[in-house]
T-cell receptor, first 116, second 114 residues
Framework: DAGVTQSPTHLIKTRGQQVTLRCSPKSGHDTVSWYQQALGQGPQFIFQYYEEEERQRGNFPDRFSGHQFPNYSSELNVNALLLGDSALYLC???????????????FGEGSWLTVV | AQTVTQSQPEMSVQEAETVTLSCTYDTSESDYYLFWYKQPPSRQMILVIRQEAYKQQNATENRFSVNFQKAAKSFSLKISDSQLGDAAMYFCAYRSFGNEKLTFGTGTRLTIIP
């Protein structure tokens, strides 16, 4: 049973460029969340997708956008990259259907983005 | 909005000894979940233990146990018989009932001294 998988593992981008990060949830999971973890900090919630819709959003600008596909996989897009966007981006998945919010959340190993 | 505070940026413990990591949180909600996650150098967040706020009994998972004080809004993690593999960043996290969003603290780096 594959867990949460993310790609790419590492990437380097230049200021002003755009980046797309990808996530495949754990088998059977239908909810995907994205977190940004700056160096030395705890993860910060970016947004969450369920049934291909953005259900919740954290305090991040519109430069951060996402998408969820019918197979529940997800993409995180960041436009007009800033140096401050350098961070580890974590994807997390869980099963919403049949639960009441207490389901276990599983994390991937993250995509490390460096903006130069 | 909920906040989670971890006041110990770094902790160290001798192998086989016991260590306690502290966490406090702020919320006006009565139903919620609390978690401790471990993040080793591989970067993957691994769930260590969870506590439902409506349960008075403290959660235990093998060598890991928590001291949940709801009135004080305190949620500490005790690691017994520390092992070298326990070395990692430990994050305390809060989750509202019916919500999939996690709010994390800033983490505590745990070093195990052989």
């Amino acid at each position: 049973d594959a867990g949460v998988t993310q790609s790419p593992t590492h990437l380097i981008k230049t200021r002003g460029q755009q980046v797309t990060l990808r996530c495949s949830p754990k088998s059977g999971h239908d909810t995907v969340s994205w977190y940004q973890q700056a160096l030395g900090q705890g993860p910060q919630f970016i947004f969450q997708y369920y049934e291909e819709e953005e259900r919740q959003r954290g305090n991040f600008p519109d430069r951060f956008s996402g998408h969820q596909f019918p197979n529940y996989s997800s993409e995180l897009n960041v436009n007009a990259l800033l140096l401050g966007d350098s961070a580890l981006y974590l994807c997390a998945s869980s099963l919403e259907k049949g639960g009441v919010g207490g389901n276990t959340i599983y994390f991937g190993e993250g995509s490390w983005l460096t903006v130069v | 909005a909920q906040t989670v505070t971890q006041s110990q940026p770094e902790m160290s413990v001798q192998e086989a000894e016991t260590v306690t990591l502290s966490c406090t949180y702020d919320t006006s909600e009565s139903d919620y979940y609390l978690f401790w996650y471990k993040q080793p150098p591989s970067r993957q967040m691994i769930l260590v233990i969870r506590q439902e706020a409506y349960k008075q009994q403290n959660a235990t998972e093998n060598r890991f146990s928590v001291n949940f004080q709801k009135a004080a809004k305190s949620f500490s993690l005790k690691i017994s018989d520390s092992q070298l593999g326990d070395a990692a960043m430990y994050f305390c996290a809060y989750r509202s009932f019916g919500n999939e969003k996690l709010t994390f603290g800033t983490g505590t780096r745990l070093t195990i001294i052989p």
